[in-house]
Nanobody, 119 residues
């Protein structure tokens, strides 16, 4: 059974930092392109950042995150990370981990982790 489990969310203060983790079981993450999405209340789910299977290509949705987000992966630990610095109120959202096999044939989602930024 394939599972993606996000963790690290919670109540955060503006200006702070958080590192979200996505741990996979049942698959080998090195065979997957990984991404983080987020969905704020009343808004559509949006791509935040993605990283190719062998980390050669990274993409961050710069329109929305202004260089504050860093995506990374540790294939040995079967885990992907998203670090968010200088947290803003508008970063409040549920953050989802997404895995797409390099063949494009299988896609998995985690259940999400809530990040709430509030003073």
């Amino acid at each position: 059974q394939v599972q993606l489990v996000e963790s690290g969310g919670g109540l955060m203060q503006p200006g702070g930092s958080v590192r979200l983790s996505c741990s996979a079981s049942g698959i080998m993450l090195r065979m997957y392109d990984m991404a983080w999405f987020r969905q704020a209340p009343g808004k559509q789910r949006e791509l935040v950042a993605n990283i190719a299977s062998y980390e050669m290509i990274k993409y961050v949705n710069s329109e929305n995150v202004e260089g504050r987000f860093t995506i990374s992966r540790d294939n040995a630990k079967n885990t992907v990370y998203l670090e968010i610095n200088s947290l803003k109120l508008e970063d409040t959202a549920v953050y989802y981990c997404n895995a797409v096999h390099i063949s494009g044939q299988n896609t998995y989602w985690g259940q999400g982790t809530q990040v709430t930024v509030s003073s």
